[in-house]
């Protein structure tokens, strides 16, 4: 079955870039969508499409996705940053949807 | 406002059951697909279940299916899950999520603010 894997965590200073890895057989053919959960909250979507931003979340929010590797960008992190993040693909071989493992970003 | 609210959560003892439920509204939730995904204490996010908008399409996750099932009422904007069987390992916050755009598997959003289940003696 098909697999997403992320690093347990990234720390990083205010005001630097943090990148979020999200690895997967060939995920570059796959769509990959990206979600913030802050402590006691649900989670919310920040990139959708690989590299897409809804309405409302910052230009400092990025994503690309190649290969076997996805990629959440934040850029000039913030305080308000420190959250959970984590990558979710549609599978179709399996018909499930998947979660990777999620990620704990830290601002030092 | 695009808005869900689950509720139904609680306690419940191993091998009960329980039925959570889920109010729409802000969109037209006939014309969306709907999900269940629940997140045990601590951990992370668990995919459990799909519904299409006419209910013709259904998914489940392999640690719920045949004790889980998945339904939907267009006509009161609601979606549910029927838990049988419960186990320990179900003991989560359940969240249900809108599939964007309509008719596709994509992505979730928004979210629902969770509903927490409970399965103890």
């Known amino acids: 079955s098909y697999v997403l894997t992320q690093p347990p965590s990234v720390s990083v200073a205010p005001g630097q870039t943090a990148r979020i890895t999200c690895g997967g057989n060939?995920?570059?053919?796959?769509?990959v969508h990206w979600y913030q959960q802050k402590p006691g909250q649900a989670p919310v979507l920040v990139v959708y499409d690989d590299s897409d931003r809804p309405s409302g979340i910052p230009e400092r929010f990025s994503g690309s996705n190649s290969g076997n590797t996805a990629t959440l960008t934040i850029s000039r992190v913030e305080a308000g940053d420190e959250a959970d993040y984590y990558c979710q693909v549609w599978d179709s071989s399996s018909d499930h949807f998947l979660f990777g493992g999620g990620t704990k970003l830290t601002v030092l | 406002e695009v808005q869900l609210v689950e509720s139904g959560g609680g306690l419940v003892q191993p091998g009960g059951s329980l039925r959570l439920s889920c109010a729409a509204s802000?969109?037209?939730?006939?014309?969306?697909?709907m999900n269940w995904v629940r997140q045990a204490p601590g951990k992370g996010l668990e995919w459990v279940s799909y519904?299409?908008?006419?209910?013709?399409?259904?998914y489940y996750a392999d640690s719920v299916k045949g004790r889980f099932t998945i339904s939907r009422d267009n006509a009161k904007n609601s979606l549910y899950l029927q838990m049988n069987s419960l186990r320990a390992e179900d003991t989560a916050v359940y969240y249900c999520?809108?599939?964007?755009?309509?008719?596709?598997?994509?992505?979730?959003?928004?979210w629902g603010q969770g509903t927490l289940v409970t399965v103890s003696s």
């Open positions: 802000g969109f037209t939730f006939s014309s969306y697909s």
């Open positions: 519904i299409s908008s006419s209910s013709s399409t259904i």
């Open positions: 060939n995920i570059g053919s796959k769509s």
């Open positions: 999520a809108r599939v964007v755009p309509a008719a596709t598997y994509n992505w979730f959003d928004p």
